[in-house]
């Protein structure tokens, strides 16, 4: 027989034509394929080799058809530029291979238009569940858009409450940093973070400043700078603090904005910490080689792909629809003992 010809036969390949090589019904061999454990193991066996021999292919929309889920899972995120965000697509893209989802990533810019469309490309595939970092803002008809989809958010909250959500405690990380800053002789500690239209940029916000509270020191809004989560934000707003403020150390709200303020610093030549002491936000491969490293608040990419991925296989999550996964300051160089000028 031609490869032609076999390839042609391979397409036709049905559980009945397995049913009669073998003599057998088609729903017997229906439910050894299925895993259905009311099949004699011998004959499950017989079945799943010839299945194999054949080339036999489950069909999918056979079985949605029929009413079954697909196994076909969004991931909705801002880029892939970021590493972070790379990293956790990389991550959840080998876990969801081993229990045989297949995941479909979409990227939005952070824009909610593009994240609706990427939603309704997922509904039309009759994709099970979305795992998405929301967009800032919400379109009309959002909520509707969801219907009939599993939707968990990664990172920042749902103002609804309504939804399945993994969020990250930065708090302590955070508020530790600024301590970390102030025992090392930092004075004049700024901070660049994601707007109040984010719950994560609310959050941050909220655990800088009680951490100068915590000192029974009041925070300056000269030295706040927040806005979009975008690398320009964080390239503006440290030019114009080192620019306009007699800034002695900075922490990052934001894994792009903390990418952009790296960069104009090492770019102008600020050197850490003599000039300017420096708190990243995510642990980006390149902190722990520049300079005497850049001290950093870790978020577990790993980790909250597990997570992420114990939510997929527990329809009962929605009992307890919100976890928070403990994130970490690792100290490097650049926020060593200040030194007088």
């Given at each position: 027989m031609s490869l032609a010809r076999i390839?042609?036969?391979r397409l036709v390949i049905s559980i009945k034509s397995i049913a009669r090589d073998l003599g057998i019904s088609h729903m017997t061999v229906s439910r050894a394929l299925s895993g259905h454990p009311n099949v004699n193991a011998e004959t499950r066996r017989r079945i799943v080799a010839r299945a194999a021999a054949l080339g036999y292919v489950k069909s999918s929309a056979a079985s949605v058809m029929r009413g079954a889920p697909t196994a076909i899972v969004g991931l909705l995120l801002p880029n892939i530029v970021n590493e972070f965000y790379a990293r956790f697509a990389n991550a959840l893209a080998v876990l969801c291979a081993d229990l045989g989802f297949d995941l479909v990533i979409n990227l939005t810019n952070d824009s909610a238009a593009r994240q609706a469309d990427a939603i309704r490309r997922l509904r039309a595939l009759q994709a099970r569940t979305a795992i998405m970092v929301p967009a800032p803002g919400q379109l009309a008809g959002d909520r509707a858009l969801h219907e009939g989809m599993r939707i968990i958010h990664l990172i920042r909250a749902s103002d609804s409450g309504q939804t399945d959500t993994l969020l990250f405690d930065e708090r302590t990380a955070i508020m530790s940093a600024v301590v970390h800053l102030l025992?090392?002789?930092?004075?004049?500690i700024g901070y660049i973070g994601g707007s109040d239209n984010l719950s994560s940029g609310r959050e941050r916000l909220s655990a800088f400043t009680a951490a100068l509270a915590s000192r029974g020191l009041r925070p300056d809004g000269e030295l706040i700078r927040t806005g979009d989560p975008l690398f320009e934000t964080g390239s503006r707003c440290i030019?114009?603090?080192i620019a306009e403020t007699k800034i002695e150390a900075v922490v990052c709200g934001g894994f792009e904005i903390s990418r952009g303020a790296l960069e104009a610093c090492l770019n102008t030549g600020v050197k850490f910490p003599d000039d300017l002491g420096f708190i990243g936000f995510g642990d980006l491969g390149a902190y722990r080689w520049i300079?005497?490293?850049?001290?950093?608040i870790d978020l577990p990419a790993d980790a909250l792909a597990e997570r992420a991925v114990a939510m997929l296989n527990d329809d009962q999550w929605q009992n307890e629809p919100q976890e928070a996964l403990p994130c970490r300051l690792l100290i490097r160089g650049s926020t060593r003992m200040r030194m007088p000028h």
């Amino acid at each position: 027989m031609s490869l032609a010809r076999i390839q042609d036969y391979r397409l036709v390949i049905s559980i009945k034509s397995i049913a009669r090589d073998l003599g057998i019904s088609h729903m017997t061999v229906s439910r050894a394929l299925s895993g259905h454990p009311n099949v004699n193991a011998e004959t499950r066996r017989r079945i799943v080799a010839r299945a194999a021999a054949l080339g036999y292919v489950k069909s999918s929309a056979a079985s949605v058809m029929r009413g079954a889920p697909t196994a076909i899972v969004g991931l909705l995120l801002p880029n892939i530029v970021n590493e972070f965000y790379a990293r956790f697509a990389n991550a959840l893209a080998v876990l969801c291979a081993d229990l045989g989802f297949d995941l479909v990533i979409n990227l939005t810019n952070d824009s909610a238009a593009r994240q609706a469309d990427a939603i309704r490309r997922l509904r039309a595939l009759q994709a099970r569940t979305a795992i998405m970092v929301p967009a800032p803002g919400q379109l009309a008809g959002d909520r509707a858009l969801h219907e009939g989809m599993r939707i968990i958010h990664l990172i920042r909250a749902s103002d609804s409450g309504q939804t399945d959500t993994l969020l990250f405690d930065e708090r302590t990380a955070i508020m530790s940093a600024v301590v970390h800053l102030l025992d090392n002789g930092h004075r004049r500690i700024g901070y660049i973070g994601g707007s109040d239209n984010l719950s994560s940029g609310r959050e941050r916000l909220s655990a800088f400043t009680a951490a100068l509270a915590s000192r029974g020191l009041r925070p300056d809004g000269e030295l706040i700078r927040t806005g979009d989560p975008l690398f320009e934000t964080g390239s503006r707003c440290i030019a114009e603090l080192i620019a306009e403020t007699k800034i002695e150390a900075v922490v990052c709200g934001g894994f792009e904005i903390s990418r952009g303020a790296l960069e104009a610093c090492l770019n102008t030549g600020v050197k850490f910490p003599d000039d300017l002491g420096f708190i990243g936000f995510g642990d980006l491969g390149a902190y722990r080689w520049i300079g005497g490293g850049i001290t950093a608040i870790d978020l577990p990419a790993d980790a909250l792909a597990e997570r992420a991925v114990a939510m997929l296989n527990d329809d009962q999550w929605q009992n307890e629809p919100q976890e928070a996964l403990p994130c970490r300051l690792l100290i490097r160089g650049s926020t060593r003992m200040r030194m007088p000028h």
